[in-house]
């Protein structure tokens, strides 16, 4: 059984989780790119794709270009990125955000292990393991999309 009491008692670093610490790195490192209006919400499993994401634009780009993240989260059971760009800066980001949710649709969103694309009961689809799946009833889902 989950101890849930123990993890919400109160704030401090012992109780940040691997996407908590990402975040916090990721918003001292582009303040410009991530502003205090940036949704960012984003499992664990995904925080090395989510590190790897930045890093990559940064290196294509440059870290001082006018880029404004409005919102990283989970859509479709993937990664999906809403930023402000000029077309020209957004043709070379774009290719990199697609490698990222693709990545994301292959990692389990809360360990990290190889995932797949997953459906419980109720319609609600993840990208887990099949450990994870087991454990939140999840099974596999037919891929509708591609
Ligand atoms: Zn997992």
Known sequence: MLEDDE?????DEGCLGPMD???RALR???PNWLTRGSIFVVPDGWALIVLDLFDAIAAKVGKD?????GAIKTQFAGLGVAY???DALRDRIQPLVAQADEAARRTCE???APGRYSV???????????????EHGFGVAALSRH
């Open 7 to 11: 993890q919400h008692e109160d704030a």
């Open 21 to 23: 610490l990402a975040e």
């Open 28 to 30: 001292e490192r582009f």
């Open 65 to 69: 270009a006018d880029i404004w993240v």
């Open 84 to 86: 402000h760009a000029q």
């Open 110 to 112: 809360i360990c990290a």
């Open 120 to 134: 419980d009961g109720r319609g609600s689809y993840a990208t887990m393991c099949a450990v994870h799946c087991e």
